[in-house]
């Protein structure tokens, strides 16, 4: 038997479409903030944006009694969760839903690659988006069109932007992926800014990806799904991940229209070729988080007003250091723009969103993305900031006691995040 030269197994080898492509940078940022920690280094983690709230109680304990699951369920889903998700989103979205019209991945990201792979259409994503949809579309061999938003303009996608793409070539095949509340902006849609989009989308047939991930997390509570305005072309993405602090243990969900049977189809032949089944025992404990009872919808609660509180309370700091950034509207994301320091970070040999995050990172210690891992032109001054790092589970008991969450509250359970702003400041300044 001949074995096989060294020299087949080489980087020729590769696939042409994993060639070139990085980590995640948001995970490659939360590894590396890892390794700086045990090299002694003080770290500020504002790069990588994880629910900082533990799972709710009753969550838990519906995982516990449930960890004896063991057998394969189907590959669309466990059917009490498909039927627990569709009722979620008939009450929160007011859009129709059946349990057919459901299926479950180990993970949103994963649901949204598979869509990827087996829609046979264009990718169109606003920029700045999140990290991971254009290189998914590399994998899948799509074509990604840009659409750069303005902050004039809140960094949203308009109507206008999105027909003028169509117009150029009305007959081809689209698939549009809305995120908000966004990451990484922190900010979400008008009713309005939906039904333009949602015009659009339906006189060129788009199809469009909702994901709605941080929905829950509306600081306001006044979450509007596009699927309310154009319900035959959405499908909406969710999971368990942002609102519910479960992250780790992998599962997400889309919710079809009823037309688009045949493509959640296509997508469970290509989902039993390579997931085959998400975990039992997260599946049973899920339906416990998607009925939501008086527990979680009080922990939901408690858990914007921190954010929604603390997210205020940065945002002064930043514009005090100098940057130009928007009111977070949802999530726990903020998208500063250093322009009005540019001169200033010019002076010290920084010109772009990259150089400045690796300066920054070297010389305080203070970790956050540059706006270029987002899609934004490399020369802008923008960046993400995930202000998460505190103990979730000290801060919402503490909130219990408290009818006002004061500065001196956030300052006390969220110090780590405010003193990174100080730093921040005072090296800007």
Known sequence: MTLPSTE??????????????????????NEKAARLRKEGRQVYQLGFGQSPFPVPSPVIESLRTNAFQKDYLPVRGLPQLREAVARYHRRFNQVEANDSDVLIGPGSKELIFLLQLTFDGDLVIPSPSWVSYEPQAVLAGRRVCWLHTRKEDGWRLTGEQLEELCRADPSRPRLLILNYPNNPTGLTFRDEELKGIARVAREYELLILSDEIYAELNHSATHTSIAKYYPEGTIISSGISKWCGAGGWRLGTFCFPGNL????????VVASETFSAVSAPIQFAAVTAFQQDEEIRHYLAQSRRIIKGLGELVTNRLRAAGADVHDAEGAYYLFPDFEPVREHLRARGINSSSELCQRLLNETGVAMLPGSDFGRPPAELSCRVAYVNFDGTECLKAAEAEPELSTEFFSQYCGSVIEAFEILGGWLR
């Open 8 to 29: 087949i197994m080489m980087e020729g080898n590769l696939n042409p479409r994993v060639k070139g492509l990085r980590p995640s940078t948001t995970l490659a940022m």
């Open 261 to 268: 049977n045949w493509l959640l189809e296509a997508m469970a």
